[in-house]
């Protein structure tokens, strides 16, 4: 994965401890999400339609706490 673009949020904690995320490597349109301060350690792939409704449930309040 190296040369992956990944990016965070502007909302993230300024101590750089967020989750980071990328479009995969591929033309899936798949997206991999790691954790900033642990890049070497696992990343999980989700599907484009997975991305979809998680980036659909944040936008319509679900996770809100």
Known sequence: ??????????????????VEFAPADDDSGDVLIRH????????????????RAFVAGVKAGEFDM
């Open 36 to 51: 900033s301060q642990r890049p070497d350690d696992a990343t999980i792939r989700y599907t484009a339609a997975e991305w």
């Open 1 to 18: 994965m190296r040369g992956t673009m990944w990016k965070k949020s502007s909302f993230s904690n300024p101590n750089g401890n967020c």
